[in-house]
């Protein structure tokens, strides 16, 4: 059997808008496109998914959880949330990162800000990844630094 490798989608939305747009073999070929269409407010990211060699079959069913913290504009915290996610993944764990958490720009309503998301195989875990990248993102929102572009920066290194 073949060594499984990573592939990388260009994605945007959320629930019921969610697309997958594209899939790319370089990482750095898909932060391109995402740096190119994220304009206008848009807000297009990339994702990390394992590419199964034919005939392994290793896949099962990982349950995990996700914590989301919303840091206000002012770099105050505001609202968090779980949920409790079913993905496909395999012996090595789930498919999200756990512990790896993604910041998100909201423009407006009630949870505009920024968001941050984690994962964790436990409810304790995603909401602690999710408080520190939070604490992470406030500390930058009041020296100024636009988070979503400092993680950008960060993700394509």
């Known amino acids: 059997m073949s ?7 260009v994605s945007s939305g959320a629930y019921s808008d969610y697309v997958v747009h ?10 391109a496109v995402v740096e190119r269409l994220n304009t206008g407010g848009d807000h297009w990211f990339v994702e990390e998914f394992p590419l199964y060699p034919s005939g392994d079959r290793s896949l099962r069913r990982a349950d995990n959880w996700r914590a989301a913290v919303q840091v206000k504009y002012d770099g105050s ?3 968090s949330w779980t949920s409790s996610e079913v993905y496909l993944g395999d012996n090595n764990g789930p498919m999200h990162p756990i ?3 993604s910041t998100l720009h909201w423009t407006n309503g009630e949870l505009a800000g920024w968001h ?18 939070a604490a992470q993102v406030a500390a930058l929102v ?4 636009d988070p979503v572009q400092a993680e950008r ?3 394509a290194s």
Do not use: H, M, N
Request: aromatic share 6%.
């Open 116 to 133: 941050v998301a984690a994962y964790g195989l436990s409810k304790e875990q995603a909401e602690k990844a999710a408080r520190e990248r």
């Open 153 to 155: 920066e960060r993700t």
């Open 99 to 101: 512990s790896e958490a």
């Open 3 to 9: 060594e499984r490798r990573t592939i990388y989608a």
């Open 77 to 79: 915290i505001g609202k």
């Open 22 to 31: 594209g899939l790319f073999l370089d990482k750095a070929d898909a932060v």
């Open 142 to 145: 009041i020296e100024g630094v």
